[in-house]
């Protein structure tokens, strides 16, 4: 029997789930910032994602899950009591945390879940915390109530403006310290690379204002071996797998992240979605459930 067993599915927004599977080795162990590598099936990829929470007790990690590739759509056609091939982690270094002042936390797309365990550890340490959720519509915006429990300010945008401000979340951030002259100690930010690096470009214009991004990379092994995840950091090579993921945005090369690193394998990505249909998903879940007969 396998020990990744998904306990809880659920579609927060359209084609982004929240899962919440059994492994207590790594609710034992990990920290507010670290991911894990997990296998859908043995062929699969091996994707990160970083940990939203976590229950010690049960032994239960939680993380959100976006469609965007095969693997990811597989991950959507799961149904509670199935299990992952393989989990692996925690993985990384744990995020920056310190009693910092005001901090800003801005979630956009996937972020929104992942910056929840970060943020509320920050809470636990004293933090004045304002937190930017970015989406592209209201309808996209999820774990609202979470955020609102222990922060102190929670600022909605949306680039149609349907809900709260229209634009992205370093509008708002601009709008904060220029025009409202507020003073933000510390920011935090997790999303798509191109939202991560303008918030960085306006955060560095603005007073070199700290600011650190959990970037996204493509990953395989998640020990630093492959070299697949490696990113220009101020003028030197790192690994997001294990010198981040988490890291000073202002100095990350993000024009050769987003440009070159996170550009490799869009056709092949695409090719491998276009094949994959809910066919054979359904095909291999009987053939899965005539093996386990078969064993016992």
């Known amino acids: 029997m396998s020990k990744f067993k998904l306990l809880k599915k659920e579609e ?10 059994s492994v207590p080795d790594i609710a034992r162990k990990v920290e507010p910032g670290q991911f894990v590598l997990i296998m859908v099936d043995e062929k699969s990829e091996r994707i990160p994602f970083t940990l939203a929470d976590w229950d010690e007790k049960d032994g239960t990690i939680t993380f959100f899950v976006q469609e965007v590739g095969l693997s990811t759509t597989k991950m ?8 992952f091939y393989s989990i692996v ?14 901090v800003v936390l801005g979630g956009g797309c996937f972020g929104l879940g992942a910056i929840y365990s970060v943020a509320k550890k920050l809470k636990d340490l004293g933090n004045n915390i304002i937190t930017i959720l ?26 149609d403006g349907s809900k709260g401000e229209k634009g992205h979340i370093y509008d708002v951030l601009e709008e904060m310290i220029v025009s409202q002259g507020r003073k933000i100690d510390h920011i935090k930010v997790i ?3 191109v939202m991560m690096s303008k918030v960085s470009d306006v955060t560095k214009s603005l007073g070199n204002i700290p600011t650190y991004a959990t970037v996204s990379t493509i990953m395989v092994d998640g020990t630093g ?9 101020d003028g030197k090579t790192k690994f997001a797998c294990v010198d981040g993921p988490e890291f000073d945005a202002h100095k990350i090369n993000w024009d050769e992240l987003i440009g070159i690193r996170n550009t490799s394998y869009i056709r092949e990505e695409s090719l491998s979605l276009q094949n994959f249909s809910p066919q054979c998903r359904s095909l291999a879940k009987i053939l899965a459930k005539m093996n386990e007969e078969e064993s016992i």
């Open 89 to 102: 982690g925690p993985l990384g270094e744990p995020a920056y945390v310190d009693n910092f002042g005001t």
């Open 76 to 83: 959507a056609f799961m149904e509670e009591k199935d299990s």
């Open 225 to 233: 071996m492959c070299g697949c995840c490696r990113l220009t950091y």
């Open 12 to 21: 927060c927004v359209p084609n982004l789930h929240k899962f919440v599977v």
């Open 134 to 159: 970015e989406a592209k519509n209201e309808s996209r915006l999820y774990y609202e109530d979470e955020f609102r429990a222990f922060s102190d300010e929670v600022i909605f945008v949306t680039s």
């Open 191 to 193: 999303g798509c690379n």
